[in-house]
């Protein structure tokens, strides 16, 4: 069962009709990230499969580096949403977690180790940040067969190797098993403006 704990600042709650606006509030912004998660995780997954097939995952690698970036920034153009992935093992640092994914990130991590799966692992609230409410989604990507090629362990060649040990001196997203939570994709978006 998919969970989203619901975090709503209401300024008279308590009173049935705000809190049913805000329910409806929170089903649409829900609904609305789950189709640019699908259009991003869609996307990112067939590129990188392409590019696998083409020419192994030491080309594919290039479709992490440079093309995943360039799809969250076009699937966040022009929608009002800023769209990424994080985890609590880092390969680019440039993909920290927000305070909001870190809290998500730190809880869903226990909920694996207490037998929950990873496709099961999803949070959504709006907060406040900085005077304005801003709406957050993260949701756990599982690792894949096809992710271990660059994020497992003994699957991963020398030569992926030495290319990741080259992009990234400082990667801690090696060693995770088929199954295991590989990081998170995460969403917001500014109500208030
Ligand atoms: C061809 C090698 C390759 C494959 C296959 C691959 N990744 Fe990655 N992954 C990378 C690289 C390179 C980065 C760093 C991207 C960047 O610089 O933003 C990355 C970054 C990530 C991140 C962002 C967080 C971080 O650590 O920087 C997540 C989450 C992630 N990968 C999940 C997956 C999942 C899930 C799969 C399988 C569906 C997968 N990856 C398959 C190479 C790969």
Not at 21 to 32: G, I, K, N, P, S
Not at 53 to 82: D, L, R
Not at 183 to 192: C, E, N, Q, R, W
Request: net charge negative; charged share 25%; glycine share 10%.
């Amino acid at each position: 069962m998919r969970r989203f704990a619901m975090v709503v600042a209401l300024g008279c709650a308590g009173l049935a009709a705000p809190a049913l606006a805000a329910d409806d509030e929170m089903t649409a912004l829900v609904d609305e990230a789950k189709g640019l998660m699908g259009s991003f995780g869609g996307t990112l997954k067939d590129e990188l499969m392409a590019a696998v097939k083409a020419g192994g995952p030491v080309n594919a690698i290039g479709v992490c580096n440079e093309v995943a970036p360039e799809i969250a920034a076009s699937v966040s153009e022009g929608s009002g949403w800023n769209v990424g992935r994080s985890s609590h093992r880092l390969r680019n640092p440039d993909n920290a977690p927000d305070a909001f994914t870190a809290a998500a990130i730190a809880e869903f991590l226990e909920r694996e180790a207490a037998g929950e799966k990873p496709d099961d692992l999803a949070k959504a609230a709006i907060v406040e940040e900085d005077g304005k409410r801003v709406f957050h989604i993260v949701k756990a990507i599982p690792t894949g067969d096809l992710c271990v090629n660059c994020h497992g362990g003994d699957e991963v060649t020398a030569e992926v190797e030495a290319k990741l040990a080259q992009l990234y001196p400082d990667d801690e997203a090696r060693g995770f098993s088929v199954g295991q939570m590989r990081g998170v994709f995460t969403l917001s978006k500014v109500l208030d403006d």
